[in-house]
């Protein structure tokens, strides 16, 4: 063990540790989630912290020697090195600042080494080098926004091929007929490859508000420094660091106009995690509609046929339950009770600065995650495999009142409703009440109705 002391004592450090004496009291401090820092959060902070050696440097406040090792020794984390020396919980106190110590302390202790001292020596120092410049306040809200950035294109990507992948079907079933329903009753005839354009319809509208919102994360506080104003960064550094970061992570990141209101207000998470909310609500939409299209088999609807992932019964033999869907859906629930602690920790901020975003940020990363995983899961394990019970379809469609409005346009009204009437009245398919009251085959009944859906499909 080597000593090391900070403003409140000393404390033993490992001596092959990178880290040093705040990210040990912040594993002691916040034993939170039993989880460490996401790896896109931890990549964040040290591209960070790699745009401003070299900022620092082109500014003239940072020796080249010392930069440079900085720049070395972030390259080597970002290439995935010493990922286990970043200890802390992503759920902290202190608004981010265990994290960016930790960031800190790995990257001086590293660039020490590569000038030749000892891990604890410090030739490079965490805050008067590694942080030159720097506050968790523009630090860690920037961090977020890169990761969220990151994470948020992973997810668009997932939506656009769960999107194609609806699309797919749509025309694969462009022209099979059956029954719509609403409020779970009989409605009217439709084509199965309109439902599935609609859900494809409704998922792009979601990637269109994601789309909209995500444009506000390319705006960063960095340069800020404590609470707006930038005390401790010189105008070298300001007017540099962000197109910096922009090169080095490929984004069209800029300065936000107001650094002050940046500082104060992460609202935008705020924006994103309602679009992202609003995606998982329409994605446990369209599983629920699988489950009960597919529902039965026997007892049920059975229009639809879903892949058999698993055994669904360790008592029922036989028994194959709709799993993706319903992890979908679950998913859904765990988005939209993430995006309620998001809402209350972009409101809690006060003054000059949210302390709250470390639990902003782990909410967030989990949903955007998880509902990326979740569209992959219900392509591949669901939507591209799914197939129509065509027979079935039009079974239930022949068997219904609802054939009965097809029939309007070319039999009226009254007509049409005499016929349901007896219908029910005797028990009797509408279609059988209309061959015997309209003397008509049942091959025109059936042409009338697809002539009905194909004049609007048209």
Avoid: W
């Amino acid at each position: 063990m080597r000593r090391e002391s900070d403003s409140i004592g000393s404390v033993n450090v490992p001596d092959d540790a990178y880290y040093s004496v705040q990210s040990i009291r912040a594993k002691e401090n916040f034993p939170m989630t039993g989880r460490l820092m996401h790896p896109y959060m931890v990549d964040s902070l040290v591209v960070i912290k790699k745009a401003a050696a070299m900022a620092n440097q082109r500014a003239g406040t940072l020796k080249p020697e010392i930069a440079t090792a900085i720049i070395r020794a972030c390259d080597e984390v970002l290439a995935g090195k010493l990922r286990d020396q970043f200890i802390v919980d992503p759920i902290q106190g202190g608004a981010g600042t265990s994290a960016n110590m930790n960031a800190n302390e790995v990257i001086a202790n590293r660039a020490t080494e590569i000038l030749g001292g000892k891990l604890g020596e410090f030739l490079v120092h965490p805050n008067d080098h590694v942080n030159m410049a720097q506050s968790t306040n523009d630090v860690f809200p920037s961090a977020g926004k890169l990761a969220a950035l990151r994470m948020t294109g992973e997810l668009l990507d997932s939506l656009d091929q769960l999107i194609e992948a609806m699309e797919a079907k749509a025309q694969e079933y462009a022209h099979v007929i059956k029954l719509g329903r609403t409020q779970l009753q009989d409605a009217v005839p439709m084509f199965l490859g309109q439902e599935f354009k609609a859900h494809a319809n409704a998922l792009r509208r979601c990637v269109m508000r994601i789309l909209k919102s995500r444009n506000e994360l390319f705006d960063l506080n960095l340069g800020a420094t404590a609470i707006g104003t930038s005390i401790n960064a010189t105008e070298g550094y300001l007017d540099c660091v962000v197109d910096i970061l922009a090169d080095l992570v490929g984004q069209p990141l800029k300065a936000a106009d107001d650094l002050i209101d940046a500082t104060q207000n992460p609202d935008c998470f705020a924006a994103i995690s309602s679009a992202v909310k609003n995606c998982a609500l329409v994605m446990s939409k369209i599983a629920n509609d699988m489950r009960l299209l597919s529902s039965g088999p026997c007892g049920g609807i059975e229009e639809l046929q879903l892949p058999a992932c698993q055994h669904g019964s360790s008592i029922m033999p036989g028994k194959i339950n709709p799993v993706i869907p319903e992890v979908v859906t679950q998913a859904a629930f765990l988005v939209a009770g993430n995006d309620v602690t998001i809402s209350m920790a972009v409101e809690a901020g006060q003054l000059e600065l949210n302390a709250f975003e470390p639990v902003l940020f782990y909410c967030l990363f989990e949903s955007l995650q998880v509902l990326a995983r979740a569209a992959d899961t219900f392509r591949l394990r669901c939507i591209e495999g799914v197939t129509a019970n065509v027979e079935h379809c039009n079974q239930l469609l022949m068997q219904s009142m609802a054939i009965a409005t097809a029939l309007c346009p070319a039999i009226g009204y009254e007509k049409a409703t005499a016929i349901v009437k007896k219908a029910l009245k005797e028990h009797r398919t509408a279609v059988d009440v209309a061959l015997e009251e309209l003397s008509m085959p049942k091959e025109e009944i059936e042409r009338i109705v697809s002539n009905c859906l194909e004049e609007r499909h048209g």
